[in-house]
């Protein structure tokens, strides 16, 4: 079966929301958002205040307003997470790059034997070479001249994207070079690479505007135990699959980092959004009072 009817006109869909119980105070307004903003893009923020699936009638009290300020508070998360990831991951291509490269020489990446025997190291070489040759970077083109087969490392870990960086991390072969870039933060490798994974995750989502809040992804990252020592009170235990821990680590590095207002600015975005319900992306009851964002 295929869809033949072309989509419903803004009023249509204005129609649609009142007759299922959503209130809608500024008839413009709506039609104004519903003409930026896809039906079907703010439906995903709607879904959790019907109470009847089937017929999809509201939850008394539902509001388009209040609909609205979940996607705002959204868009606004998802920049903030932006300005964290850029910071973070421009950090560890630092350290991914500077510890291969007093270790083992400026081209390490070129050898296989530092890499896992299960991971495909030649096929990932030519994806990498074909970054590298799409890159219009000026330091990309100064290496060119030079006979190489690739760029080394400090210059082609620039180019590479947080997808890559995490498989070539996650894949070094001996644990001592994993924590030798881990410890740099504090923190075990096990913990940077199933957090590493778990990040090129958000950072797509990011990446193509899709929702945060109360998004539930596909697997829970390994939390810290040991160290940093006093890092584990933070996290939520029983809720790994939410945004709420991914935060919580996200405010460390970049404490670790360089000390900064992003943790204000969280939750300056709360008091900006009252009504956005935070434990719908796993924040606990008593998140504000944990020792990491006093």
């Not at 539902?62 to 850029?86: G, K």
């Not at 070079?177 to 957090?195: C, K």
């Not at 405010?251 to 935070?278: C, E, G």
Request: net charge positive; hydrophobic share 40%.
């Amino acid at each position: 079966m295929q869809f033949t009817k072309p989509p419903k006109s803004f009023d249509e869909q204005i129609d649609l929301l009142i007759e299922r119980g959503m209130a809608i105070t500024d008839r413009d307004r709506a039609k104004r958002y519903l003409g930026h903003l896809n039906y079907y893009r703010l439906a995903a923020y709607w879904l959790p205040f019907e109470q009847d699936h089937p017929t999809h009638q509201f939850k008394p009290g539902t509001d388009f307003n209040l609909i609205l300020e979940h996607y705002i508070f959204d868009r606004e998360l998802r920049l903030l997470i932006m300005d964290a990831l850029e910071r973070v991951e421009v950090s560890l291509r630092t350290r991914w790059a500077y510890h291969l490269a007093h270790a083992y020489g400026p081209h390490a990446h070129l050898q296989e034997n530092l890499f896992k025997e299960n991971w495909n190291h030649p096929e990932n070489i030519n994806a990498l070479k074909e970054t590298v040759g799409r890159s219009s970077e000026i330091f990309i083109r100064h290496f060119s001249k030079y006979d190489e087969e690739l760029p080394p490392l400090w210059v082609v870990c620039e180019v590479m994207t947080l997808g890559q960086l995490s498989k070539w991390y996650a894949n070094l072969r001996h644990g001592s070079d994993r924590n030798a870039i881990a410890h740099a933060y504090d923190l075990d490798e096990v913990n940077l690479t199933s957090f590493l994974h778990h990040l090129s995750i958000v950072r797509n989502h990011c990446a193509h505007h899709a929702r945060l809040w109360n998004r539930l992804f596909p697997f829970a990252w390994k939390l810290p135990r040991k160290r940093p020592a006093d890092l584990q009170a933070n996290f939520n235990q029983m809720d790994g699959k939410h945004l709420y821990n991914t935060l919580v680590m996200l405010a460390y590095l970049m404490d670790s980092i360089n000390q900064n207002t992003w943790k204000q600015r969280l939750a300056n975005l709360f008091v900006k959004h009252p009504q956005v319900r935070a434990q719908a992306m796993g924040f606990p009851n008593d998140w504000q009072a944990r020792p990491i964002w006093r």
